[in-house]
């Protein structure tokens, strides 16, 4: 069974740039689409993009070319990068697996960022 | 981008009840609309996909059905563990979209 598990910091400083890390075990990264989504305290779900395990992404516009998506298939593991922070991205950040006609699942237990100085 | 709008925003029911939540895509999306629960704290976990497929161990009083624009997800006869928010998801055209989500309430 699949599991996926996000790491990072809890805390960001306005301007910087976000890291994420998603852990990908029970099984391989490989052969899969592999996804970020976000969701601000209280508010709805935003998919931000995803990547193949061979590098080939896809991202959501609304982005406007802050984000970027990586997999390192050697340690199992795909990651996010969020520039020019603001407090709009303060947010739950889940990794998933898009699956089939890309649904999700599984979802990572998400991790929180806060967006402050 | 396709906007998916869900009703009601929230609901008050009891257990035993018959739910009916309702999505509702800004253009056609085929059957592309899969539906999550989401609990206080925790992820959201997949229920149904491709509009009527319903996920393994998910328990059968859920179904969904629908196509084109109209979709709806039936809880048979709600259960104590089944108040949580529901989202709804378009996968026919990128970017993938969400809807806002039914709060499902104690009544």
């Known amino acids: 069974q699949v599991r996926l598990q996000e790491s990072g910091p809890g805390l960001v400083k306005p301007s910087e740039t976000l890291s994420l890390t998603c852990t990908v075990s029970g099984g391989s990264i490989s052969n899969s689409y592999w996804s970020w989504i976000r969701q601000p305290p209280g508010k709805g779900l935003e998919w931000l993009g995803y990547i193949y395990y061979s590098g080939s992404t896809n991202y959501n516009p609304s982005l406007k070319s802050r984000v970027t998506i990586s997999v390192d298939t050697s340690k199992n593991q795909f990651s996010l990068k969020l520039k020019s922070l603001t407090a709009a991205d303060t947010a739950v950040y889940y990794c998933?697996?898009?699956?089939?006609?890309?649904?999700?699942?599984?979802w990572g237990q998400g991790t929180l960022v806060t967006v402050s100085s | 981008d396709i906007q998916m709008t869900q009703s009601p925003s929230s609901l008050s029911a009891s257990v035993g009840d018959r739910v009916t939540i309702s999505c509702r895509a800004s253009q056609s999306i085929n059957t592309y609309l899969h539906w999550y629960q989401q609990k206080p704290g925790k992820a959201p976990q997949l229920l149904i996909y491709?509009?009527?497929s319903l996920q393994s161990r998910v328990p059968s009083r859920f179904s969904g059905s629908g196509s084109g624009t109209d979709f709806t997800l039936t809880i048979s006869s709600l259960q104590p563990e089944d108040f949580a928010t529901y989202y709804c998801q378009q996968s026919y055209i990128k970017p993938l979209t969400f809807g806002g989500g039914t709060r499902v309430e104690i009544k």
């Open positions: 998933a697996r898009p699956q089939g006609d890309h649904w999700f699942d599984p």
């Open positions: 491709t509009a009527s």
